[in-house]
C-alpha cells in the first residue's frame, strides 16, 4: 500500500522536502520530522508538546476523546476489577500478565527488597519535622543512588532490573517513612506475609503500642480493596510530564534513582500528581454547596488565577476513563467509613454535578479527572493530605520504571535535547560597571 508522505515546501527559502508517517499499532499517526533540521533547515515549535510524540512505546494506549486506557493491551477497567497492583507493576514491566509461578517469584523479590538499608534512616534525621513528605521523597529517592555500585551496569538487562525492582519494592516504605517522620513515629520494618498494599497501611500507621486504631483496623480489606484500585488506576498514563522527565533524565544515562527521583519532583505540581492535595484544599476553601457558584464564575473568569482543581485533562477530552472507576471506589469506601467526611464528599457530588451542566465545562470538555475523586478516598482513609501526592509516586514508580526499561533497552536511545526560538538580544559588547 503507498504510504502517505507529508510535503513541506519553503518557497521563499527555495527548500522542499517530503515526511514519511510512522503509524502505531492504533492510534493517530505521526510525521517523521527527525530530518527536517537536516534537510530544510528549519525547527518544529511547539510548546507544551501538544502535537509531539517523543517516542515509540508499547506500555500503555490512550484514546483520549472515547476514554479508552490500555495498560500492555488490557483495558484499564477489567484491570482495575479483576487484577492486583504488584501483577499490574509485573505487566507493565515484562509486557504480558504472569502465570502463578511468575508472580510468586515477582512477589518474593518485592518482599526481598522492600527493607531499606539502615543508612537510609538517618538521612530523615537531617528533615525538618514538618518537611513536605514530597521533598523528603525526592531526597530520599534520589539518595539510593549512593547504594547500589555494584549493580548499576546499564547495559547490563539483568542490572537494570534490579534497580527498577528495587525501586518499586522499597518506595511504600519510603513513603510510610516520611509520614512517620512528619509525625516522630518509629520507622515500621515491611512485613513479607502482608500483601504490597496492606504492608504500605501497616507501616503508615501500626504503633508498637497497638495493633488497632479505634475502629478503623489499618489494613481492613475496603481500604486495601480502595488503594489497590486506587495504584492500578495511576500506575502508568504513558508520556505524562513525570514520565517523559524520566524518559528525559534517563536519556543522558544518568543513575536511574536520581532519575525517578527527577519524575517525582515533576508530579508534585498542582498541574499533575499535585492535583488530589490541590482538590481538597479547594474544597475546604469552597466549604459549603452554596458557595459552589461563585467558585465556578471564578474558574470561569479569564482574569482570575482560579482552576476548578480536579477538572480537565491534556488528553481525555470527554471523560476520564479512572474517575469512572474510583467514583465507585469513591462510594464504596464512604459508606464503610461513613462518619468521615460525608459532607466533604457531598460538598463533592455537587461540584462535580454543578460544573458538569454548565455551559463553560461543556464547551471546553472539562470534566473530573482521576484526581477528583483520589483525595477523598485517601482523606477517608485517614491518609493525610500532604501525603497524597506521595500515594501517586508509589503507584506511578510501575510507570516510570517500565518507561525506563523500554528506553533503555532500545540500543538506538539518545539523548534528548529539545530545540528553542531564541527571543534575547543579538550579539552585543559588553559594558564595564562605570559605563553602564
Ligand atoms: N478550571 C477552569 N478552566 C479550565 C480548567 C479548570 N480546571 N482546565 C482547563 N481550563 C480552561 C483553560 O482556561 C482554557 O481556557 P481557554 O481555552 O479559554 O484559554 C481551556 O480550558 C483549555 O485548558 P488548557 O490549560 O489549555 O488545557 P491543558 O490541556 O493545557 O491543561 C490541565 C490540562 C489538566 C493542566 C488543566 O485542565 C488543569 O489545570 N486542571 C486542573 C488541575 C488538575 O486537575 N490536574 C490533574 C490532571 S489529572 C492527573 C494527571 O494525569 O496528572
Request: glycine share 6%; proline share 5%; charged share 20%.
Amino acid at each position: 500500500m503507498p504510504q502517505d508522505k507529508v510535503a513541506i515546501n519553503l518557497e521563499s527559502l527555495g527548500r522542499a522536502a517530503e515526511f514519511s508517517l510512522l503509524d502505531g499499532s492504533q492510534g493517530v499517526p505521526a510525521i517523521d520530522i527527525g530530518s527536517l533540521y537536516k534537510q530544510l533547515g528549519v525547527f518544529t515549535y511547539d510548546p507544551g508538546f501538544m502535537s509531539t510524540a517523543s517516542c515509540k512505546s508499547a506500555i500503555t494506549y490512550i484514546d483520549g476523546e472515547n476514554g479508552i486506557l490500555l495498560y500492555r493491551g488490557y483495558p484499564i477497567e477489567q484491570l482495575a476489577k479483576q487484577s492486583s497492583f504488584l501483577e499490574v507493576a509485573y505487566l507493565l514491566m515484562n509486557g504480558e500478565l504472569p502465570g502463578d509461578d511468575e508472580l510468586l517469584a515477582f512477589t518474593d523479590e518485592i518482599n526481598h527488597h522492600a527493607m531499606l538499608h539502615e543508612a537510609l534512616r538517618s538521612f530523615f534525621d537531617g528533615f525538618h519535622y514538618d518537611a513536605h513528605p514530597m521533598a523528603m521523597m525526592v531526597g530520599v529517592m534520589g539518595s539510593l543512588s549512593a547504594f547500589y555500585h555494584s549493580e548499576l551496569n546499564m547495559e547490563d538487562p539483568e542490572h537494570r532490573r534490579i534497580s527498577a525492582m528495587r525501586m518499586l519494592a522499597k518506595v511504600p516504605t519510603i513513603a510510610a517513612a516520611c509520614y512517620r517522620h512528619s509525625v516522630g513515629w518509629p520507622f515500621v520494618y515491611p512485613r513479607v506475609d502482608l500483601g504490597y498494599c496492606e504492608n504500605f497501611m501497616n507501616m503508615m500507621f501500626s504503633l508498637p503500642s497497638q495493633k488497632f486504631i479505634g475502629k478503623d483496623h489499618y489494613i481492613d480489606p475496603v481500604a486495601v480493596k480502595a488503594l489497590n484500585i486506587l495504584f492500578i488506576l495511576h500506575a502508568d498514563h504513558e508520556q505524562n510530564a513525570s514520565t517523559s522527565t524520566v524518559r528525559l533524565a534517563s536519556s543522558t544515562g544518568a543513575n536511574p534513582y536520581a532519575c525517578v527521583a527527577a519524575g517525582i519532583s515533576a508530579l508534585w505540581g498542582p498541574a499533575h500528581g499535585g492535583a488530589n492535595e490541590a482538590v481538597l484544599s479547594m474544597l475546604s476553601e469552597i466549604g459549603s454547596v452554596d458557595r459552589i457558584p461563585e467558585f465556578i464564575a471564578k474558574a470561569k473568569d479569564k482574569n482570575d488565577p482560579f482552576r476548578l482543581m480536579g477538572f480537565g485533562h491534556r488528553v481525555y477530552k470527554n471523560f476520564d476513563p479512572r474517575a469512572t472507576l474510583i467514583r465507585e471506589t469513591c462510594h464504596e469506601v464512604l459508606e464503610k467509613y461513613s462518619d468521615n467526611d460525608e459532607p466533604l464528599f457531598e460538598l463533592a457530588l455537587a461540584l462535580e454535578q454543578y460544573a458538569l451542566k454548565d455551559e463553560y465545562f461543556i464547551e471546553k470538555k472539562l470534566y473530573p479527572n482521576v484526581d477528583f475523586y483520589s483525595g477523598i478516598i485517601y482523606k477517608a482513609l485517614k491518609i493525610p493530605e500532604e501525603m497524597f501526592t506521595v500515594m501517586f509516586v508509589i503507584a506511578r514508580t510501575a510507570g516510570w520504571v517500565s518507561h525506563w526499561l523500554e528506553m533503555m533497552a532500545e540500543p538506538s536511545h539518545r539523548i534528548g535535547r529539545p530545540r528553542q526560538i531564541y527571543t534575547g538580544y543579538e550579539k552585543r559588547d559588553y559594558i564595564p560597571t562605570e559605563e553602564r
